[in-house]
């Protein structure tokens, strides 16, 4: 079973940085796109990238290319989301999921299961 831990949220002003983790178990190479999302009160969920694994490809929102980066520990099966110079309206609860491989591209989270149970951002003066 397909399990995600996420954590590193919490407050930063405007122009600040976090680095979020996702830390999974259960994962296999035949159910192995990671996807980061996140969810604004009173919002639809939104894709902020997703992780490739078969190519080592990464697709990112335009509303976050230049500002976000993946990067991964494969010894500790953990992705991070190094956030910079972040806005008020990056404030979410950020999630990760996973989705079937072919399916990473378009970053729909109606693709993706096994959801964590997200970690708050608040991006404020």
């Known amino acids: 079973q397909v399990q995600f831990v996420e954590s590193g949220g919490g407050l930063v002003q405007p122009g600040g940085s976090l680095r979020l983790s996702c830390t999974a178990s259960?994962?296999?190479?035949?159910?192995?796109?990671i996807g980061w999302f996140r969810q604004a009160p009173g919002t639809e969920r939104e894709g902020v990238l997703c992780f490739r694994s078969s190519d080592n490809t990464t697709y990112y929102a335009e509303s976050v290319k230049g500002r976000f980066t993946l990067s991964r520990d494969n010894a500790k099966n953990t992705l991070y989301l190094q956030m910079n110079s972040l806005k008020p309206e990056d404030t979410a609860v950020y999630y990760c999921?996973?989705?079937?491989?072919?399916?990473?591209?378009?970053?729909?989270?109606?693709?993706?299961?096994?959801w964590g149970q997200g970690t708050q951002v608040t991006v404020s003066s």
């Open positions: 259960g994962i296999t190479a035949d159910y192995y796109a």
């Open positions: 999921a996973a989705a079937p491989q072919h399916l990473c591209e378009r970053l729909g989270w109606v693709d993706f299961g096994s």
